[in-house]
């Protein structure tokens, strides 16, 4: 009575649908466990029956189809329901009061199944096909004839986190993990290798590959792992190191001297024990194999290295390094020039041994020292731009690069997150030029193995970048703002704006960036000094143009006093073309650079006498020159006084103070003021010179110009002061000017017979132990004083000098003592 009871609750007329409680005999439905059925039919002649889980009202799409449409249905259990594992439920689909299919579906593990797997056994009555779907995607089809029992269906599978997985299949779990549905649908979990990820495609059946794809794009480095960061400084840096395999990326900066961005990459492969190949690959087709430049035509867009196949395809450079085990591709290395693109190929997990910043860029990036420049991890500081509105350009860089922008990445979901952080922390610092947001989108599409990257170009507004065609130099990169176009390093700029004149050997010199003139439109042939046939010397190592002059005036050169100064001055300019009588296309430019020596400053000298051998004082200045300070027993200076001999009173002595290195047409040396004081720090003061002429009062000073005006010739005799003042200071004060300024060369003729202007020609002056020498190197102001110290107890009395003389000198003389 039971059993006719449970039958007859069981029938069911389909005019719809209708929902039948089986939990008490439950079926895994491929890896489902359902505890209801619905049944329906539609007017298309179709029915089916879906499997529900327990509390749910959607089947999810698995059911089961067939091409009958039937009125009824009666579901039944099997009586032997009183034991779970061994109940059967039955479902007759009536025509015309006729059985015309029976489903019977025996769960896993009941006597009559297949094993341990659940199974569909199929009666029919007429020509009936079966359909199994699993989340609506159609798993079998089973034809069966008009009568008989049909073949009997395993309904084994898997569910593992919601997914369907087929009988003895694989399937990704998440990116790292690769799971196995069992025979009798168990799941086994492996986890994927060393830089592996689990991978599936629409032809591909799932399995862990060796997901080595890392970039570079901007400043921003990307690893394997899906992390990343900004680019530190300017050094080189080690991207990967696999076996006989090294790449390296350089950096240098565009726009800020505090963003490295990428600008080349270093290939180094070791082809045997004898022989390693290096290519460098950089914007605009520069290649480069062991330093001699490859070139790449319309028809040669490849050439093989060794074990390196180099091509060329839309701009973009790619490099394949065949596997010597296998002959296969097993790393790929795309450069496009402003970013590139890292994939290691194969089925194997990347070895141990197989290292670099692509690794785990969380550790560090890897210095390269071999290829990184001096001071290269010196990075200036900038002020942060202001008018950056960094949450604007982080929503900016969300958006493009979404999932919605790609939807077809083949690669892990991660690598979304990766490029917007990448891209936000560039544009939230750098200024929004050169299309940064297309280069990441660009470099993302090739990373998902999109192939009409283009079209996701053109959806985002961006123009394609012809960059990668466009040869700059390495003091340049290429902008994009409408077209492409060389621009100076900010670097270079700020180096430039920055420099001043190089002013040593007596030659002024000015370097300008080539960039500087090709931004301005200017040809260095057209630039010139004041005098149009004074060019510049183009240095294409050092990528910039140098123009000099010397002191001797050269090139139309200016010279003019400037109050302690006498300054040279030249301005590089360019002859402008016009286009017409009225109007020129030509940018203006003006660039004056100067060189000047500086007065001699003002210096207290001391020397003893007595076995000196000189003495070397430092006087700074733009233009170096030194002063020889020399003392001699004649007029012609050939005769340096031996002072370890001593002095005697009266004895005429002839001090030369002589400038070298500056022209004395131009420019004129002077004692322009000496005297003799009792101290070191003043006391009694005697005038010898004034005005650059010999004291009036005294007719033993006289003063002569040296030769070539390059100084001054001072003749004096020994003395002391009264008062038993044993020390007597010589000091004196120098004068730069130049020999054209009116009262440059004094006038001593028209005072007295002390003083001599016109017997320069007589003097020669020579080198002597007892020489001083007073460098100039690098700016001071005003004036040189020198000073002798003579201890009195070696000057000697000389015969025949009155003493009426000596007092109207305002000296006594002491006999007899020793000069220390």
């Given amino acids: 009575m039971l059993l006719l009871l449970l039958y007859l609750a069981l ?14 005999c439950s079926v895994a439905y491929f890896g489902k466990v359902s505890t209801s059925l619905e049944v329906k039919s539609d007017s298309s002649g179709t029915s089916s029956v879906c499997f529900l889980e327990s509390g749910t009202s959607d089947a999810g799409g698995d059911c089961m189809k067939f091409n009958l449409n039937v009125p009824t ?9 009183a034991s779970p594992r061994s109940c059967k439920i039955h479902l007759t689909f009536t025509v ?22 659940t199974t569909l056994s199929v009666g029919v009555k007429t020509q009936t096909t079966v359909e199994l779907y699993v989340e609506d995607k159609l798993m079998k089809t089973v034809n069966y004839e008009s009568s008989g029992a049909g073949e009997d269906v395993d309904l084994t599978g898997c569910r593992h986190k919601g997914n369907f997985v087929e009988k003895l299949q694989k399937a990704c779990s998440d990116k790292t993990v690769l799971v196995t549905c069992g025979t009798n649908g168990e799941i086994n979990e492996e986890q994927c290798g060393r830089a592996q990820v689990c991978f599936r495609d629409s032809t591909t059946p799932a399995k862990c590959v060796l997901h080595a794809q890392c970039s570079v794009v901007g400043p921003a480095m990307m690893d394997f792992k899906g992390q990343h960061a900004l680019a530190p400084d300017f050094c080189s840096y080690t991207l990967l190191e696999a076996g006989v395999l090294k790449v390296v990326a350089q950096f240098k900066e565009r726009r800020r001297t505090d963003m490295p961005f990428l600008h080349r990459i270093i290939i180094t492969l070791k082809e045997s024990d004898t022989k390693t190949n290096t290519i460098i690959i950089g914007p605009g087709r520069q290649v480069k194999v062991n330093t001699s430049p490859l070139t790449f035509s319309e028809g040669n867009l490849q050439q093989t290295i060794d074990s390196v196949i180099l091509a060329y395809s839309d701009n973009i450079c790619v490099a394949t390094i065949i596997s010597k085990e296998n002959g296969k591709p097993n790393w790929i290395i795309v450069m496009d020039g402003t970013s590139v693109l890292i994939t290691g190929d194969g089925d194997s997990p990347l070895p141990d041994e197989v290292t670099g910043s692509c690794i785990d860029i969380s550790q560090g990036a890897i210095k390269n020292q071999e290829h990184s420049p001096n001071g290269c991890d010196t990075v200036p500081t900038e002020p942060v731009d202001s008018s950056i509105d960094c949450p604007t350009r982080t929503q900016r860089c969300a958006t493009i690069l979404s999932e919605e922008s790609i939807q077809s990445c083949s690669h892990p979901n991660y690598l979304h997150q990766q490029f917007s952080e990448a891209c936000k922390e ?30 996701y170009l053109e959806k985002a507004y961006c123009s394609l970048n012809e960059c990668p065609d466009t040869v700059c130099r390495d003091s340049e990169f290429c902008e994009h703002v409408g077209v492409p176009r060389c621009k100076c390093r900010a670097g270079v700029y700020k180096d430039f704006k920055q420099g001043e004149t190089t002013c040593q050997n007596q030659q002024a010199s000015v370097s300008i960036p080539l960039c500087v003139l090709t931004e ?6 057209d630039l010139h000094l004041n005098q149009k046939s004074c060019k510049g010397t183009v240095d294409a190592t050092k990528e910039q143009i140098t123009f000099s002059f010397d002191s001797s005036a050269q090139c139309d050169t200016k010279q003019e006093e400037q109050n302690d100064k006498i300054v040279f001055k030249n301005t590089v300019q360019f002859d402008a073309k016009t286009d017409s009588e009225l109007i020129s296309r030509k940018s203006s430019y003006k660039l004056d650079f100067s060189c000047f020596y500086s007065q001699p400053d003002d210096q207290n000298i001391h020397f003893k006498t007595k076995g000196a051998d000189g003495l070397m004082a430092a006087i700074k200045g733009s233009w170096p020159y030194k002063i020889n300070v020399g003392m001699f027993s004649d007029l012609n200076l050939k005769n340096p006084i031996d002072f370890s001999k001593g002095l005697t009173k009266n004895q005429m002595i002839y001090i030369s103070l002589e400038t070298d290195g500056m022209d004395g047409a131009l420019l004129l040396m002077k004692a322009d003021d000496c005297y003799a004081t009792d101290s070191e720090t003043g006391g009694s003061k005697y005038s010898l010179i004034s005005g650059g002429c010999g004291n009036p009062k005294d007719k033993s000073i006289k003063v002569f110009p040296a030769k070539g005006n390059r100084g001054t010739v001072m003749r004096i005799k020994m003395f002391q002061f009264k008062g038993g003042k044993k020390n007597v200071f010589l000091k004196c004060k120098m004068k730069l000017c130049l020999s054209t300024t009116p009262g440059c060369k004094p006038d001593c003729d028209s005072k007295t017979p002390g003083n001599s202007g016109n017997t320069a020609s007589l003097i020669k002056l ?11 190197e690098t700016r001071m102001i005003l004036g040189l004083y020198f000073m002798c110290l003579i201890d ?15 007092e109207e000198r305002g000296l006594r003389l002491s006999p007899d003592d020793e000069v220390t």
Avoid at 13 to 23: F, N, P, W, Y
Avoid at 766 to 776: F, K, T, V, Y
Avoid at 792 to 805: A, D, H, K, Q, V
């Fill in 11 to 24: 029938v069911t007329h389909l005019t719809g649908a209708a929902t039948e409680d089986i939990s008490s």
């Fill in 520 to 525: 301005k439109g200017l040809d260095v042939k």
């Fill in 73 to 81: 249905v009666r579901v039944e259990v099997d009586p032997q329901s």
């Fill in 96 to 117: 015309n009061n006729q059985d015309a299919l029976v489903l019977t579906i025996i769960p896993s593990g009941t006597v009559g199944s297949l094993g341990k797997e």
């Fill in 766 to 776: 020579a080198n002597s132990a007892a020489q001083w020498i007073l460098w100039r």
């Fill in 426 to 455: 560039t544009l939230c610092k750098y200024p929004e030029q050169d299309e940064l947001y297309c280069q990441f989108l660009s470099s993302f599409a090739k990373m998902c193995g999109v192939q009409e990257a283009v079209n």
């Fill in 792 to 806: 009195n107890r070696g000057i000697e009395e000389t015969r025949g000098e009155s003493s009426e003389e000596s």
